[in-house]
T-cell receptor, first 114, second 111 residues
Framework: ETGVTQTPRHLVMGMTNKKSLKCEQH?????MYWYKQSAKKPLELMFV???????ENNSVPSRFSPECPNSSHLFLHLHTLQPEDSALYLC?????????????FGDGTRLSIL | SQQGEEDPQALSIQEGENATMNCSYK?????LQWYRQNSGRGLVHLIL?????REKHSGRLRVTLDTSKKSSSLLITASRAADTASYFC???????????FGAGTRLTVKP
């Protein structure tokens, strides 16, 4: 039990579909993150939210749209994805979004784009 | 952009042996963290070391940091088959709170 839960664990979608990934943290943290993990590549930071406000958007294409309705929940809305978007999408949280705190990760959503 | 780079990319050892993984980075940092990832799972935090620290221990784990060489090492002593996983270092940038991860070292411990 990591304290960070991601659903679904696996998702297969076509390029024209719209889907959403969900992340929920039960740790009382104030910061949440989306990462993309592709095979044999470093983990890529996509978005950072602190106290429900987006503080980082690392040049992510607009077909990825994050939403943070409260400090416990984070969504990643997907629309018109490309085959290269197939990857493991990891959500993480930390106490306050500063670098001297550990991040707690969920087990990810394995996304496959047909 | 990537900040930390782990070396080697893959490491295979026998149970009971020690495993050493290295991380190099390019710019000055405030903190460096090591994480572990089992296949199909998320990352798990192992150790955080601050830029003014040189060594930290946690159980069978020992982390060193050499800021003059911009490098860190993770030593796992008396390895076990259950230590088989990928290990990542993550560094912040001195004026930025974001963490940047390397591509990881894949450790295989044979029983």
């Amino acid at each position: 039990e990591t304290g960070v839960t991601q659903t679904p664990r696996h998702l297969v979608m076509g390029m024209t579909n719209k889907k959403s990934l969900k992340c929920e943290q039960h740790l009382g943290h104030n910061a949440m993150y989306w990462y993309k993990q592709s095979a044999k590549k470093p983990l890529e930071l996509m978005f950072v939210y602190s106290l429900e406000e987006r503080v980082e958007n690392n040049s992510v294409p607009s077909r990825f749209s994050p939403e943070c309705p409260n400090s416990s929940h984070l969504f990643l809305h997907l629309h018109t994805l490309q085959p290269e978007d197939s990857a493991l999408y990891l959500c993480a949280s930390s106490q306050d979004g500063v670098s001297n705190q550990p991040q707690h990760f969920g087990d990810g959503t394995r996304l496959s784009i047909l | 952009s990537q900040q930390g780079e782990e070396d080697p990319q893959a490491l295979s050892i026998q149970e009971g042996e020690n495993a050493t993984m290295n991380c190099s980075y390019k710019t000055s940092i405030n903190n460096l963290q090591w994480y572990r990832q089992n296949s199909g799972r998320g990352l798990v935090h192992l150790i955080l070391i601050r830029s003014n620290e040189r060594e930290k221990h946690s159980g069978r784990l020992r982390v060193t940091l050499d800021t003059s060489k911009k490098s860190s090492s993770l030593l796992i002593t008396a390895s076990r088959a259950a230590d088989t996983a990928s290990y990542f270092c993550a560094t912040d940038l001195h004026n930025n709170n974001d963490m940047r991860f390397g591509a990881g070292t894949r450790l295989t411990v044979k029983p």
